[in-house]
């Protein structure tokens, strides 16, 4: 299919076919509608606010969102909907099943890296955020571990 018209940052096909780069702001990506296919590159680094604001893209149209990225910590609306989400269908392709990168080079990367930088980015691992005091683990037990009350709120003065 050859291209009817090229521009910067579009592409339109001979069937009417758009393909159409946004830059990566929320406030810039509004307006658009009848969206048939959202890619999100580099999901694990957009802002959670961009991946709301595109959503209503897909109201009109049921059209499908993708969201392709390597891991970027355990964070954001990515880590979240990788994790939580049940209606996603997920692909997870590990460096050292890419045929064309050799072992040779991902050994090389693990020790120019170091663990953390090189699970995260060819073998899909979402690790720790860099400088927390707290692993995610940890803060996520301090919102789901049940306790108890050392006193009786129903009973317990105001103090103004």
């Not at 018209?5 to 069937?15: D, G, I, P, T, V």
């Not at 959503?55 to 990515?78: C, E």
């Not at 803060?139 to 108890?148: A, K, L, N, S, V």
């Amino acid at each position: 299919m050859l291209p009817q018209a090229e521009r910067k940052l579009s592409l339109e096909l001979e069937n009417g076919s758009r393909i159409i780069t946004l830059p990566g702001s929320e406030r810039t990506v509004r307006g658009f509608s009848g969206v048939d296919l959202l890619l999100l590159d580099e999901a694990a680094r957009v802002d959670d606010d961009l991946f709301y604001a595109t959503r209503p893209m897909l109201a009109v149209s049921g059209g499908t969102m993708m969201m392709l990225s390597t891991p970027y910590g355990k964070r954001g609306v990515f880590y979240y909907e990788w994790t939580q989400r049940e209606r996603w269908q997920r692909f997870q392709i590990t460096a050292d099943q890419v045929p064309r990168i050799s072992a040779q080079f991902l050994e090389e990367e693990r020790r120019t890296l170091g663990s953390r930088w090189f699970e995260q980015e060819y073998m899909c691992v979402f690790g720790e955020l860099e400088g927390a005091v707290f692993s995610h683990d940890t803060i996520e037990r301090m919102f789901d571990t049940p306790y108890e009350l050392l006193w009786d709120p129903q009973g317990a003065e105001m103090v103004e």
